[in-house]
């Protein structure tokens, strides 16, 4: 069970982090942060692009003004270039009033291109440039107008093959990809896995979605061999549904999907399994008693908190143990 097991060195309540190799991405942004340069950010989805984009806008020189994000997914040719540049009256069918886009303002502040990767390819186009000329016109308007803020984009693409299959532009991608900061997926960081299951419970308590004190050190365990594919994300949701789901202040396996991998292989290592059929509920509850006076370093009173019974109950039972020597 971890408990403020590692202590967040990264500075900020939203970005938690011990793993030196994070660290090291983190030292790199804050350097990167403090010029007013475009920077890309890349890696898989849920890795926490969005959250490294909200990291360098709070320590670079725009910290004070507007932080505006745009998703470029999704958007048609004429809709994404209306929430970037804005647009005049009548500058296409449905525009009825003049409006602003995200690089008016965001003047003073970062703008935040986020699915970058999905931009069309003649909006592409416009944006390098914006990029090049630091200015950029209203849809449906002459009128030029300077590029007052720092720009960020991010994608979960790999853009060098995007390039390749002709869907990318490759000058855009030499103009932004000098100051490239990559997240690493979760499975190269699983020193962080403690951590952040502590983070997300925190966050959970706080927000009244659960009255969790921790998870086992088996769920560590098996977290730590898991692949997550879903990256941070992929964590948080299982850590709210095992939250959701268990009946006590403790998760334990048994609240993890069924479809992690490899789990059978823990069976009865040093939790027992509840399926286990060989096992009588006394011998169940004693393991569960031992494991977790192990794990918290023979502290009865936590033990029994933890547990759900009281000090009493634990020291009879621990006495019982010892009587019929299952204790040494
Ligand atoms: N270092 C971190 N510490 C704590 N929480 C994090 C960290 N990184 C990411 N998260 C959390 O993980 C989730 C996913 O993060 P985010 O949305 O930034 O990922 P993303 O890379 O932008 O994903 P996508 O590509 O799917 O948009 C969010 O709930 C975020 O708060
Ligand atoms: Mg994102």
């Known amino acids: 069970m971890i408990k403020q097991a590692v202590r967040n060195q990264s500075g900020t309540e939203d970005l938690v982090t011990c793993s030196p190799r994070v660290l090291e991405l983190l030292d790199m942004t804050r350097r990167f942060a403090a010029s007013s340069a475009t920077i890309l950010i890349t890696g898989e989805s849920g890795t926490g ?55 008016e303002l965001a003047a003073g502040g970062t703008v935040f291109l986020d699915e970058f990767g999905e931009l ?52 855009l991608y030499h103009r932004i990809s000098s100051l490239t900061l990559h997240n690493p997926p979760l499975r190269e960081r699983l020193d ?31 977290c730590q061999e898991h692949d997550w594919p879903g990256n ?32 059978a292989r823990f069976d009865d290592e040093d939790e027992p399994s509840i399926g286990s059929t060989s096992l009588s509920l006394s011998e169940i509850e004693r393991r569960v008693i031992l494991k977790r006076l192990e794990s918290l370093h023979g502290n009865r009173t936590e033990t029994a908190r933890t547990l759900g019974i009281t000090s009493r109950t634990l020291r009879n039972k621990l006495a019982e143990y010892r009587r019929l020597g299952h204790v040494g």
Not at 211 to 217: A, C, L, N, T
Not at 245 to 262: A, I, N, Y
Request: one cysteine or more; proline letters at 4%; a positive charge.
């Open 49 to 103: 692009k969005e959250v490294l984009a909200n990291y360098v806008h709070q320590h670079s020189p725009f910290a004070a003004g507007p932080m505006v994000t745009v998703n470029c997914a999704a958007l048609t040719e004429t809709l994404v270039e209306s929430e970037l540049f804005g647009h005049s009256t009548g500058a296409f069918t449905g525009a009825v009033a003049q409006r602003q886009g995200c690089f």
């Open 232 to 263: 941070i994300r992929e964590l948080r949701n299982v850590l709210l549904r095992a939250c959701l789901l268990t009946d006590s202040r403790v998760v334990t396996k048994l609240e993890l999907p069924g479809t992690f991998p490899r789990l």
């Open 120 to 171: 069309p390819l003649p909006t592409q186009a416009k944006l390098l440039r914006v990029l090049e000329e630091g200015d950029f016109q209203r849809v449906g308007d002459g009128k030029i107008l300077k590029l007052g803020a720092r720009v960020i984009v991010a994608t979960n693409r790999k853009l060098k093959s995007e390039i390749v299959a002709g869907r990318f532009r490759e000058d």
């Open 192 to 222: 962080d896995i403690p951590l952040l299951i502590n983070h997300f419970l925190t966050r959970f308590n706080r927000d009244a979605l659960s009255q969790i004190e921790g998870v086992s050190d088996l769920v560590i365990k098996i």
